[in-house]
Antibody
Framework: QVQLVQSGAEVKRAGASVKVSCRASGYTFSHYYIHWIRQAPGQGLEWVGWINPQSGGSTSAQKFQGRVTMTRDTSISTAYMELRSLRSDDTAVYFC????????????WGQGTRVTVSS | DTLMTQSPSSLSASVGDRVTITCRASHPIIKYLHWYQHKPGKAPKLLIYAASTLQSGVPSRFSGSGSGTDFTLTIDSLQPDDFATYYCQQCYNAPFTFGPGTKVDIK
C-alpha cells in the first residue's frame, strides 16, 4: 500500500535550518511528483513547492525562493525539504504529498512534521 | 499567482443536510481544481480531483462541479464524519494555491 512517512518533529532557533524527509513506499517513486504543503497554527494550507523525483527539478512558491531546497534520493525513495533562515512564522506542520502527474492532485499524504521555531 | 477564494468561510449544518461550498479562482484554471477534507491532527484527504472526479474510496455523497473560474463542492446528506474543514486547490499555475478553507461544524 502507498505510504509516505515523514521525519519527526523539530525545534529550531530562529535563523537555523531544518530538513524534513519523506520516505515513500508502495509505488514507483519516480512516477509521481512530491508536493510540500504547510499549515501554520490556526491557519489554512499553504503550498510550498514540488519536486519531480525523476529529474530532480523543483519549483517553489515565490515567498520561499532562496530559502527552500527540495531534493530527493531515488535509491531510498525519499524526498527532502530544507528550509533555511527560519523565522517564527515558519512554525507549522509540514506535509509531503504524492501528486498524480496529469492534474497534480495530492492523493496520498505523509503524516506531517511539526517544525517549531523559537526566538 | 492565482488567488483562490471560498465561501462561506464557515457554516453550521445538521446531519442529513445538503451542504454547498463554492470556490472561485482569480484566473481561469480550466478544470485543474481539487477538493480536500482536513481534520485537526490529521493529513488532508483528497475528495474530488479535476473539478468533478470522485477520488477512489470517497463516498458518493460528495460531488464537484464547475470549470474556468467557478467551482462547487456539494455534500448530500451530511454525515457525522463530514464535520471538518474543506479546501479547494488549483493546480493549473504554480504556485498551486489553496483556498482559505470552509469549516463545517455541527449546528
Amino acid at each position: 500500500q502507498v505510504q509516505l512517512v515523514q521525519s519527526g518533529a523539530e525545534v529550531k532557533r530562529a535563523g537555523a535550518s531544518v530538513k524534513v524527509s519523506c520516505r515513500a513506499s508502495g509505488y514507483t517513486f519516480s512516477h509521481y511528483y512530491i508536493h510540500w504543503i504547510r499549515q501554520a497554527p490556526g491557519q489554512g494550507l499553504e503550498w510550498v513547492g514540488w519536486i519531480n523525483p525523476q529529474s530532480g527539478g523543483s519549483t517553489s512558491a515565490q515567498k520561499f525562493q532562496g530559502r527552500v531546497t527540495m531534493t530527493r534520493d531515488t535509491s531510498i525513495s525519499t524526498a527532502y525539504m530544507e528550509l533555511r533562515s527560519l523565522r517564527s512564522d515558519d512554525t507549522a506542520v509540514y506535509f509531503c504529498a504524492r501528486a498524480v502527474l496529469a492534474e497534480q492532485q495530492s492523493d496520498f499524504w505523509g503524516q506531517g512534521t511539526r517544525v517549531t521555531v523559537s526566538s | 499567482d492565482t488567488l483562490m477564494t471560498q465561501s462561506p468561510s464557515s457554516l453550521s449544518a445538521s446531519v442529513g443536510d445538503r451542504v454547498t461550498i463554492t470556490c472561485r479562482a482569480s484566473h481561469p484554471i480550466i478544470k485543474y481544481l481539487h477538493w480536500y477534507q482536513h481534520k485537526p491532527g490529521k493529513a488532508p484527504k483528497l475528495l474530488i480531483y479535476a473539478a468533478s472526479t470522485l477520488q477512489s474510496g470517497v463516498p458518493s455523497r460528495f460531488s464537484g462541479s464547475g470549470s474556468g473560474t467557478d467551482f462547487t463542492l456539494t455534500i448530500d446528506s451530511l454525515q457525522p464524519d463530514d464535520f471538518a474543514t474543506y479546501y479547494c486547490q488549483q493546480c493549473y499555475n504554480a504556485p498551486f494555491t489553496f483556498g482559505p478553507g470552509t469549516k463545517v461544524d455541527i449546528k
